[in-house]
C-alpha cells in the first residue's frame, strides 16, 4: 500500500528565504507526482505535475524534483513571500489513466514579513 | 477560473438525512473523480468516473455512497443517509487529458448534526 510522507509538518520563514519541502513515498512505482497548493478552508491548486520520467519541473519561484528510486520529492520555493503562506500537498498516482492520488499529510509554510 | 464549480459551498444537515454534490466541468472531459478531506487530516480518494462508469473506488465509498452524471454535464456525489462522520469537504476533480495531471474544485463543505 501507497505510503506518503511530507516533512516538515510546519515551517515558519522570514521573507525572502529559500526553502524546500519534502515528499517520500514507499512505492517507487509511480506514473506521476503533483504538487498542490491549499488555502484555510479552499479547494487544491495544482502547482507542478512530474511525470515519473522526468526528473525535475520549474514553474516560475517554484522547482520540483522527483528521485523515484529512492521514493523522494523536494519542492523548492525561491525567494520567499507572505503570499506563498499555504499548506502544500504532495500526492503520487500508481498508475496511467485514471487511478488515484494518494497524498501526503502536507506541509503548512508561514512565510512573515 | 476554477477547472470544475462545485454546489453548494456548504451544506449543513441533520444525521441520516440524503445529500448530494454537485460538480459542473468547465469543459468536457471524460475522467472525474471525488476525494474528501476530514478537517485536520489527509486527502482521502472515494471514487473515480471515466465515461459514465466508476472505474474504481475506495473502501470509504461503501452503499450509502453513489455517482452519476445524469445530464451528460453534472457529476453528481449522492450519500442516502449521512453520518456525523460523513463531516468534511468534498472535492471533485477532472483528470487532464494527456497528461494525467488532476484539476480540483473549490470543495463543498458538509457538516452533518
Known amino acids: 500500500k501507497q505510503e506518503v510522507t511530507q516533512i516538515p509538518a510546519a515551517l515558519s520563514v522570514p521573507e525572502g528565504e529559500n526553502l524546500v519541502l519534502n515528499c517520500s513515498f514507499t512505492?517507487?512505482?509511480?506514473?506521476?507526482l503533483q504538487w498542490f497548493r491549499q488555502d484555510p478552508g479552499k479547494g487544491l491548486t495544482s502547482l507542478l505535475l512530474?511525470?515519473?520520467?522526468?526528473r525535475e519541473q520549474t514553474s516560475g519561484r517554484l522547482n520540483a524534483s522527483l528521485d523515484k528510486s529512492s521514493g523522494r520529492s523536494t519542492l523548492y520555493i525561491a525567494a520567499s513571500q507572505p503570499g506563498d503562506s499555504a499548506t502544500y500537498l504532495c500526492?503520487?498516482?500508481?498508475?496511467?489513466?485514471?487511478?488515484?492520488?494518494?497524498f501526503g499529510t502536507g506541509t503548512r509554510l508561514l512565510v512573515s514579513p | 477560473e476554477p477547472e470544475v464549480t462545485q454546489t453548494p459551498s456548504h451544506q449543513v444537515t441533520q444525521m441520516g438525512q440524503e445529500v448530494i454534490l454537485r460538480c459542473v466541468p468547465i469543459?468536457?472531459?471524460?475522467?472525474f473523480y471525488w476525494y474528501r478531506q476530514i478537517l485536520g487530516q489527509k486527502v482521502e480518494f472515494l471514487v473515480s468516473?471515466?465515461?459514465?462508469?466508476?472505474?474504481?473506488k475506495s473502501e470509504i465509498f461503501d452503499d450509502q455512497f453513489s455517482v452519476e452524471r445524469p445530464d451528460g454535464s453534472n457529476f453528481t456525489l449522492k450519500i442516502r443517509s449521512t453520518k456525523l462522520e460523513d463531516s468534511a469537504m468534498y472535492f471533485c476533480?477532472?483528470?487532464?487529458?494527456?497528461?494525467?495531471?488532476?484539476?480540483f474544485g473549490e470543495g463543498s463543505r458538509l457538516t452533518v448534526l
Open positions: 500526492a503520487v498516482r500508481r498508475d496511467t489513466g485514471f487511478q488515484k492520488l494518494v
Open positions: 512505492d517507487s512505482a509511480i506514473y506521476n
Open positions: 512530474i511525470q515519473s520520467s522526468q
Open positions: 469543459s468536457n472531459h471524460l475522467y
Open positions: 468516473f471515466y465515461n459514465n462508469e466508476i472505474s474504481e
Open positions: 476533480a477532472r483528470g487532464g487529458l494527456t497528461t494525467g495531471e488532476l484539476f
